[in-house]
């Protein structure tokens, strides 16, 4: 998830007025309240909107996984969609112990490496009284669209589409499922998470390449070193009881953040944030490393050279900020704004310029709460090899360095901020999506001052970040040479 990008996009609403946006726009600046429990609610307040945008997010992603259990926190993600002792079973008093009795099969299955006497009888006899998809029944008869989830390294983020008219219905949806969950199916939805490790990761003729490069360049043992999606041998050993003890760790109501965009009153909002969510008990105090986040860590730089079906490439990455950290992460930001598009520094002189090294170019400052890096990943163009393209970054770096930028492409790369941050932000789901992102991090405030500040970022600041975090010695490559048959 590229949270500094949501950053700039909610901070241009939250900073817009009705006349630069339309006299019918209404201040985006969010109401906010928690309540005794400690969870946080945010309402942006848009009346005449047919569907509100919900999201509830939680303050832990992949970087909370126990080592030899990466991607526990995707399969708890997958598991809530389970429903709880109220929705997605037909006889609860029946299921329960039965449910009790495949966990102990189950574990027993897992440590013995073969399938436990009993189990698959067990199973069927559990479908009979369970109702697969029963939750997602509900939403789908109420009108609710956009039904999803996604899990990051920092923070895991459930969401939806309500009609206004059931918003009550969300409200008791969500708080039932975090009040009572019941991780049914289990062993179906590790098959689920590793389907999507199969479609987003095996599948891609770099993405193996990629994870590797994140293991190499943040170090083993780092939180960040593996996908969020999780390692498939680690994910198969997940038992039951290692979910649970994830939910009680992380997913309490203090660390738990709403946000609803859409028409729908604060004060209505709180009223039913209260009757609902505050059946969520406050946690008191915990012992050892129970829900202990992780600490920041420096990245080790791995570098690494292969080969793919696919486009010779490099990614050259350089350790910076971790996020909000100041006018040095919002210079970054700047500075990946001023070599993106194809009116960017990387496009013209890269792609269409004289040298013409490369087939597509792009940068990106990706700001996390443990550390942040900036990466520069360059397409080669037919019959280039892979050390002209890393020759080709170091004399735009050097032109950078010693010619600056003027103040007309910096205003350029303004105006390019502020459009892409309203087109992002327009519709009621992206600023839901931001505004939870920015609070998980570091708190909504934020949003108020990042176009602000991004906006008296000039030539020094940009020389100021180069000089600091684009150092040769402490840069991290992935370089790809292409083998088989790649696009063209």
Not at 402 to 429: I, K, P
């Amino acid at each position: 998830m590229r949270f500094a990008g949501w950053l700039m996009a909610a901070a241009l609403l939250a900073s817009t007025t009705p006349s630069a946006v339309g006299a019918s726009t209404p201040l985006l600046e969010p109401s906010h309240f928690a309540l005794d429990n400690g969870m946080t609610f945010l309402v942006v307040e848009r009346p005449g909107r047919p569907l509100v945008a919900a999201v509830w997010a939680v303050r832990s992603g992949s970087a909370a996984d126990p080592p030899g259990q990466r991607g526990l926190a995707h399969v708890v993600e997958h598991l809530l969609y389970a429903g709880s002792r109220t929705i997605g079973t037909r006889d609860w008093a029946t299921e329960a112990p039965l449910l009790a009795r495949w966990e102990r099969l189950y574990e027993q299955s897992v440590r013995r490496g073969r399938a436990a006497a009993g189990l698959e009888r067990l199973e069927r006899r559990l479908l009979e009284l369970q109702r697969p998809g029963a939750y997602a029944g509900v939403y789908t008869r109420a009108g609710v669209l956009g039904v999803d989830a996604l899990t990051g390294h920092d923070a895991t983020f459930f969401q939806t589409l309500v009609p206004k008219e059931k918003i009550e219905l969300w409200f008791w949806m969500e708080s039932d499922r975090l009040l009572e969950p019941v991780f049914r199916g289990f062993r179906r939805e590790l098959a689920v998470v590793e389907q999507e490790r199969r479609q987003r990761i095996d599948s891609s003729p770099a993405g193996t390449w990629f994870e590797l490069f994140d293991a190499a360049y943040w170090g083993a043992g780092h939180p960040y070193a593996h996908s969020p999606g999780g390692e498939r041998f680690e994910v198969a050993g997940l038992l039951p009881a290692d979910a649970r003890r994830h939910f009680a760790a992380f997913y309490r109501p203090d660390r738990l953040v709403a946000v609803l965009v859409g028409d729908l009153s604060p004060g209505r909002a709180r009223q039913l944030a209260e009757r609902y969510f505050g059946r969520l008990g406050r946690v008191g105090g915990r012992d050892g490393e129970v829900g202990k986040l992780p600490e920041p860590q420096q990245p080790e730089l791995g570098s690494l050279d292969g080969h793919c079906a696919c486009r010779s490439q490099v990614e050259i990455r350089y350790p910076t900020v971790p996020f909000a950290a100041g006018d040095d992460a919002i210079a970054l930001d700047v500075l990946a704004g001023l070599l993106n598009s194809r009116s960017g520094r990387l496009h013209r002189e890269l792609v269409v310029g004289q040298g013409r090294v490369a087939w597509a170019a792009s940068a990106e400052h990706v700001s996390r709460r443990l550390g942040g890096y900036f990466s520069v990943r360059i397409e080669a163009g037919e019959g280039v090899e892979l050390e002209e393209l890393e020759a080709a970054w170091d004399r735009l770096l050097a032109k950078l360095r010693r010619g600056g930028v003027d103040d007309a492409e910096l205003g350029r790369v303004h105006r390019q901020l502020v459009t892409d941050s309203w087109r992002q932000v327009e519709q009621d789901a992206g600023l839901a999506q931001r505004l939870a992102a920015a609070e998980v991090l570091g708190g909504w405030r934020q949003l108020k001052e990042w176009l602000h500040a991004a906006g008296e970022v000039n030539g020094a600041d940009l020389r100021r970040v180069i000089d600091r975090y684009f150092l040769a010695a402490e840069r991290a490559v992935l370089a790809l040479t292409r083998s088989g048959t790649a696009d063209q």
